[in-house]
């Protein structure tokens, strides 16, 4: 039974930082890729970054440079290192599972999520 539990969000003022953070449980494959996502109201589900267990990392576009995605294997989290927050960033973040493949910012290639974590910036 695969959980996902994401942490860490709140509220900050524009230029600001947050440390995300997904606590990952019952998951048994090697292969694995995990993927942050963002919705803001009234907006479709984005891909933010995504970490692949093959040691590569990917970034849309809209967050290079601001945002790092990690892993801390002994504690099977995946981590989301926010910086020079923008209220443009406010929207609940949600962590992805996925072995079977696939495009990393699409959700449909994740067949594992968390509940999510709000983030807010003002």
């Known amino acids: 039974h695969v959980q996902l539990v994401e942490s860490g969000g709140g509220s900050v003022q524009a230029g600001g930082s947050l440390r995300l953070s997904c606590a990952v449980s019952g998951y048994t494959k090697s292969r694995v890729c995990m993927g942050w996502f963002r919705q803001a109201p009234g907006k479709e589900r984005e891909g933010v970054a995504a970490w692949d267990s093959d040691g590569t990392t990917t970034y849309a576009d809209f967050v290079k440079g601001r945002l790092a995605i990690s892993r801390d294997s002994s504690k099977n989290t995946i981590y989301l290192q926010m910086n020079s927050l923008k209220p443009e960033d406010t929207a609940m973040y949600y962590c992805?599972?996925?072995?079977?493949?696939?495009?990393?910012?699409?959700?449909?290639?994740?067949?594992?999520w968390g509940q999510g974590t709000q983030v807010t910036v003002s």
């Open positions: 992805a599972g996925t072995s079977r493949g696939g495009t990393w910012y699409r959700s449909q290639t994740y067949n594992y």
